[in-house]
């Protein structure tokens, strides 16, 4: 071998090699990128599966004021049954105050019993469902003294089994999936299930005016307190108890004044 040939054979053998550094260098480089993006995946991933399977985070003071409001809830619910017992004269109106009384106990008792435990609990995530679970119970129930004693027939008997198929298939949807995975169903639901009362407007407009204002003010409370709801800043979640607390009173007053002590 001459010195010409091993000098190009030098030089091509050290062109290679940085050749091959540099490609390493690369490869290196593009290795570390794809474990990087693959961390941040995972983290994201898992945050978001905390975010579904964890309640978001209150501070203390705002879930002791959460328990409080619906725990009020809880024992006005007591106090109103009470007093609609004791001006039932049906079998229907007794039924129907048994089933409103169901609703707003379970809706205002789940609630405070949720908001009582401290996060990141499992106990807490298990009330959380019994939570969503009894809004669907609460529309439900709050349709039963109209239905059962102010419409009533064959019209409201239909309407009792259509509205009852679609909560218990909420609440299984709630209890198998947990409250945030089926949000995009479960917030249209509640609406559509509680503006269906609409149907019935036109009766209660006529012959009983003011048990429509008190069921309409009802229903405009609830459906505004979902703007706190769905703002989900500092107090805000407060706020909506308020909201829920009150549409549930004005409402119990018309289906007390106007059905039980007509």
Request: charged content about 15%; proline content about 3%; some cysteine.
């Amino acid at each position: 071998m001459t010195k010409k040939t091993y000098r190009l054979n030098k030089k091509a053998h050290k062109k290679q090699y940085r050749l091959s550094k540099k490609e390493l260098k690369n490869n290196y480089k593009n290795i570390r990128k794809n474990l990087r993006n693959q961390y941040i995946s995972e983290i994201d991933l898992e945050n978001k599966e905390k975010q579904i399977v964890n309640p978001p985070y209150r501070t203390i003071l705002e879930e002791i004021g959460n328990s409080v409001t619906h725990g009020i809830g809880s024992i006005l619910s007591i106090v109103f049954y009470v007093l609609m017992l004791i001006h039932s004269n049906t079998v229907n109106e007794y039924i129907a105050s048994t089933i409103y009384f169901l609703g707003l106990f379970f809706e205002f008792t789940m609630s405070t019993l949720y908001h009582a435990f401290p996060y990141g609990s499992k106990v807490k995530r298990i009330f959380r469902r019994f939570d969503y679970s009894s809004i669907y119970l609460l529309i439900g129930a709050s349709f039963a003294p109209i239905l059962l004693c102010y419409i009533g027939g064959i019209y409201g008997t239909i309407f009792v089994i259509i509205q009852w198929i679609i909560i218990i298939t909420g609440v299984t949807l709630v209890a198998v999936f947990g409250p945030t995975r089926l949000k995009f169903i479960h917030f249209p639901l509640y609406f559509i299930l509680g503006w269906s009362a609409l149907i019935f407007v036109s009766k209660m407009f006529v012959n009983d005016f003011n048990l429509f204002l008190y069921i309409l003010g009802g229903g405009i409370i609830y459906t505004l307190g979902i703007i706190p709801f769905f703002i989900d800043k500092k107090v805000s979640h407060f706020i909506w108890h308020f909201f829920v607390l009150a549409g549930a009173i004005v409402q119990w007053l018309g289906i007390y004044i106007y059905l039980y002590l007509k």
